[in-house]
């Protein structure tokens, strides 16, 4: 059965009402306790001071009329006559005058000399020196000592003629009477127990003053003591009871003693039992009320609120028209006025968080996903026009972030960003796409604005107050409809135009080429391809032989990477090495290549051969800090020498993270490998890390070899290199020989090793030994080398 309005305001006003006044009811039970609880704790505290009060007060007067008996001559004289029944019977009169059940005199030495309680105690140790040592130094010393069940609070007094002849001890029972006792005499809670730990963990009570006996179980502590001085609140047969334990002053070697003092909470809670009549009358007064009131609200609510409702619904479909402004001044007027606001509040919302997710915070230009939909929105429009996509990088963004940090970071984006959409107005469509990326979106398969102008509308350089730095800009293209109509395609095949264009050296303006694109399915295929041929060891090493040219035969090789693909018959390096690079898959073949070549590598060393064997190294593993103990154990497992192995890198491999790279590199180094430096000559930064890196050899591009005999300045350039190398304490390979006359060129240069077709191609392994045995350059040997 549905409820009418008047039926669920009625239902709602009472459930209310009773809801808020268990609620108060809770919390003011809540605060009650709460207050009642600390107001126990701090009770329990100041009792418990004063109970260790009263022990020190009766430990007075026990002190000075033990001290009066000390005084007394004829107990001195019978003391050092060694008149034991003299001495004992002043004992006992004097014990029972100061409440004492057991008295003892006690030698300087800690023996005991007379006992009141315990005649055959003569001769054995007292046991507690530390209380002799107390009173030896203060002229009195008190502790509570628990033994045979009962506690005693002893008082422990020299006997003085004028210097300490003896020690007299009196043990004041600490038992349920003088528990009793003590609380009468103060204000000390009326549960009180002492407590002493019986040895194996568990405490047993010594005496007690408690007015219902079923709180002893909760008083007393099982297990370990208490480690600190809080009371803490116990509840225990239905009782709720503050409890605080207290450990009192025992000396070493007796057993530790606690008060423990309980205080009962429900006796204090019942004080409060009117207050909870007088909350029960409220809510019953309140649900009456409630009731006459809810005809009275309902029939002025009703017909208000179903108008506000339909505002409601329509706002929720997101219709945010201004609402009439209502002058009533009553809740409902200010109800629909106040939708009013938050309509337009909403609108105004939703709008801010839309142009935030779809623009740059940096930049305030739309994002990749504004990009996309405006892309997918033109290409929508009728038949395929023509577009063209450029895909704008900056690819010495992360440099200068490590140089001169974020803040400089963003003003450059918004700086290159404002250039762009300067440039490709009013028609070009400006985003920022990546972190370190801009797109433009162009109408016109011959754009605009070229690449080139896109280059020259950023400019080369960027000044921030003091610092300028040099913009290097790199641009990948698409064309619609050739690549692609597909926005979020186009957009993927753009960032792999700009990343083939990121790596070129110089005119870094790349337009897509299907054949390179790493997510075609036949790459992915290749890839896939690649990892089971390695994990079938289907893969092949060739060697091209590096000739020591002062010597006129074979020193070394180069290991050089072959496939022949299963069905699709030999796969060109370039092709799958890229790919490698690209997926990751780099690692697993350079851990190949390095196993192969070096266990190659040990077998020519134990056929007598002294041959270096280099490998080349990826940029990825520069990045792998355990290469180096990868590189060790193969060595040692193989046996072969580490001078026999050459480790091939390029300029390009340690721009990324150089720190890195370097530490890398050193580990290698340190193990004796020699490291070369690939392609010198031709990188970005020639010279600027030469003097950082622990190599030994540089290798000569053979962009500078191929035509020596008919450039002149490729001449001058090999022969700088030649002597830069030489200067710096390096060997020198020069690559890409084709013709005699540029070996013989290098040889009287003094190169060290050359490489080349002129010599021999990249050769199969046993194509290679027949060259060093046979050919024109045999391979050195162990022997003649």
């Known amino acids: 059965m549905r409820l009418g309005f008047r039926n669920r305001l009625a239902g709602f006003l009472l459930v209310s009402l009773i809801l808020v006044q268990t609620v108060t009811a809770g919390f003011v039970y809540s605060f009650t306790q709460k207050a009642l609880v600390e107001q126990g704790k701090k009770q329990l505290s100041a009792s418990s001071d004063l109970f260790v009060h009263q022990l020190d007060a009766l430990s007075q007067r026990v002190a000075e009329g033990v001290h009066i008996l000390s005084l007394d001559f004829a107990l001195r004289q019978a003391i050092a006559l060694q008149n034991s029944q003299t001495v004992l019977s002043a004992l006992r009169n004097h014990g029972r005058r100061v409440g004492a059940t057991r008295m003892r005199l006690i030698a300087l030495d800690g023996t005991i000399e007379g006992d009141t309680l315990d005649a055959t105690a003569a001769g054995k140790a007292f046991g507690y020196d530390d209380l002799l040592d107390g009173a030896a130094a203060e002229g009195r010393a008190t502790a509570v000592v628990a033994f045979d069940g009962h506690a005693y609070w002893t008082v422990l007094v020299p006997v003085m003629a004028p210097t300490p002849i003896a020690y007299i001890s009196a043990d004041i029972p600490l038992d349920d009477a003088m528990m009793d006792t003590l609380r009468q005499l103060s204000s000390l809670p009326r549960e009180i127990l002492l407590v002493a730990d019986r040895g194996d963990g568990k405490w047993r009570s010594l005496a007690s003053c408690l007015e219902n006996a079923?709180?002893?179980?909760?008083?007393?502590?099982?297990?370990?003591?208490?480690?600190?001085?809080?009371?803490?609140?116990?509840?225990?047969?239905?009782?709720?009871?503050?409890?605080?334990?207290?450990?009192?002053?025992?000396?070493?070697?007796?057993?530790?003693?606690?008060?423990?003092?309980?205080?009962?909470?429900?006796?204090?809670?019942?004080?409060?039992?009117?207050?909870?009549?007088?909350?029960?009358?409220?809510?019953?007064?309140?649900?009456?009320v409630a009731l006459f009131g809810t005809t009275l609200i309902a029939r002025s609510v009703a017909k208000p609120i179903e108008a506000l409702a339909k505002v409601a619904a329509r706002i929720a479909t997101g219709d945010y028209a201004p609402l009439p402004w209502v002058p009533q001044p009553d809740e409902i007027?200010?109800?629909?006025?106040?939708?009013?606001?938050?309509?337009?509040?909403?609108?105004?919302?939703?709008?801010?968080?839309?142009h935030q997710a779809r623009h740059d915070v940096i930049t305030g230009l739309p994002?990749?996903?504004?990009?996309?939909?405006?892309?997918?929105?033109?290409?929508?429009?009728?038949?395929?026009?023509?577009?063209?996509?450029?895909?704008?990088?900056?690819?010495?963004?992360?440099?200068?972030?490590?140089?001169?940090?974020?803040?400089?970071?963003?003003?450059?984006?918004?700086h290159v960003g404002d250039r762009l959409r300067r440039a490709a107005a009013p028609e070009g469509l400006v985003a920022r796409v990546a972190d370190s990326g801009f797109a433009v979106w162009q109408q016109s398969e011959t754009p605009q604005v070229s690449p080139k102008q896109m280059i020259q509308a950023v400019g080369e350089i960027f000044r921030q107050g003091d610092i300028a730095v040099d913009i290097a800009t790199a641009i990948g293209i698409?064309?619609?409809?050739?690549?692609?109509?597909?926005?979020?395609?186009?957009?993927?095949?753009?960032?792999?135009?700009?990343?083939?264009?990121?790596?070129?050296?110089?005119?870094?303006?790349?337009?897509?080429?299907?054949?390179?694109d790493p997510h075609r399915s036949d790459h992915l295929t290749l890839m896939s391809d690649l990892r089971e041929a390695l994990d079938r060891n289907e893969l092949r090493l060739h060697y091209q032989p590096k000739i020591k040219l002062a010597a006129g035969r074979v020193g070394g090789a180069e290991a050089l990477v072959r496939w022949t693909h299963a069905r699709r018959g030999f796969v060109a390096p370039d092709q799958f090495i890229a790919m490698a690079e690209e997926t990751g898959n780099i690692r697993r073949?350079?851990?190949?290549?390095?196993a192969t070549g070096i266990a190659q590598?040990?077998?020519?060393?134990?056929?007598?051969?002294?041959?270096?064997?280099?490998?080349n190294l990826s940029v990825r593993d520069l990045g792998d800090?355990?290469?180096?103990?990868?590189?060790?154990?193969?060595?040692?497992?193989?046996?072969?020498?580490?001078?026999?192995?050459?480790?091939?890198?390029?300029?390009?491999?340690?721009?990324?993270e150089p720190d890195d790279a370097i530490a890398v590199l050193r580990r290698l180094a340190d193990q004796g490998i020699d490291l070369s430096i690939d392609d010198f000559g031709v990188g970005q930064s020639s010279f600027t890390?030469?003097?950082?890196?622990?190599?030994?050899?540089?290798?000569?591009?053979?962009?500078?070899?191929?035509?020596?005999?008919?450039?002149?300045?490729?001449?001058?350039?090999?022969?700088?290199?030649?002597?830069?190398?030489?200067?710096?304490?390096?060997?020198?390979?020069?690559?890409?020989?084709?013709?005699?006359?540029?070996?013989?060129?290098?040889?009287?240069?003094?190169?060290?090793?050359?490489?080349?077709?002129?010599?021999?191609?990249a050769l199969p392994l046993d194509g290679f030994e027949k060259f060093i045995v046979g050919g024109r350059w045999p391979a050195l040997t162990l022997v003649t080398s």
Not at 256 to 267: E, F, H, W
């Open 214 to 288: 079923e709180i002893l179980d909760q008083l007393l502590p099982l297990g370990e003591p208490p480690s600190a001085v809080q009371p803490s609140l116990m509840n225990s047969h239905g009782r709720r009871d503050l409890v605080l334990a207290k450990s009192l002053r025992t000396p070493a070697g007796s057993s530790p003693v606690l008060v423990v003092l309980g205080l009962s909470l429900d006796d204090a809670f019942r004080q409060y039992e009117p207050v909870v009549l007088v909350l029960v009358a409220i809510l019953a007064a309140g649900m009456s």
């Open 625 to 656: 800090k355990s290469l180096p103990d990868r590189v060790r154990d193969l060595l040692e497992n193989y046996g072969a020498r580490p001078e026999n192995i050459v480790l091939e890198i390029t300029e390009s491999a340690i721009m990324g």
């Open 478 to 516: 698409v064309r619609v409809p050739d690549h692609g109509t597909d926005a979020s395609l186009l957009l993927q095949r753009a960032d792999i135009a700009l990343h083939q264009a990121l790596l070129l050296p110089d005119d870094r303006i790349v337009f897509y080429d299907p054949g390179r």
């Open 589 to 594: 073949l350079t851990n190949w290549a390095l």
């Open 601 to 615: 590598a040990a077998e020519w060393q134990r056929r007598g051969f002294e041959l270096r064997l280099s490998v």
């Open 367 to 414: 994002n990749r996903m504004a990009m996309t939909d405006a892309i997918a929105f033109d290409l929508a429009n009728g038949q395929p026009k023509p577009f063209t996509l450029m895909m704008i990088g900056l690819p010495r963004l992360q440099e200068i972030v490590n140089t001169v940090g974020h803040d400089f970071r963003d003003h450059l984006m918004r």
């Open 333 to 354: 007027g200010q109800l629909s006025n106040a939708l009013g606001d938050m309509a337009l509040a909403i609108q105004e919302r939703e709008e801010h968080i839309l």
């Open 689 to 761: 890390y030469l003097r950082r890196l622990p190599v030994r050899e540089l290798k000569i591009d053979k962009s500078f070899v191929l035509n020596l005999a008919e450039s002149s300045e490729d001449a001058v350039i090999v022969r700088s290199i030649v002597e830069l190398g030489h200067n710096l304490g390096y060997k020198v390979t020069a690559e890409g020989i084709e013709t005699e006359a540029a070996m013989q060129f290098l040889a009287d240069l003094g190169c060290d090793y050359g490489q080349g077709y002129h010599m021999a191609k």
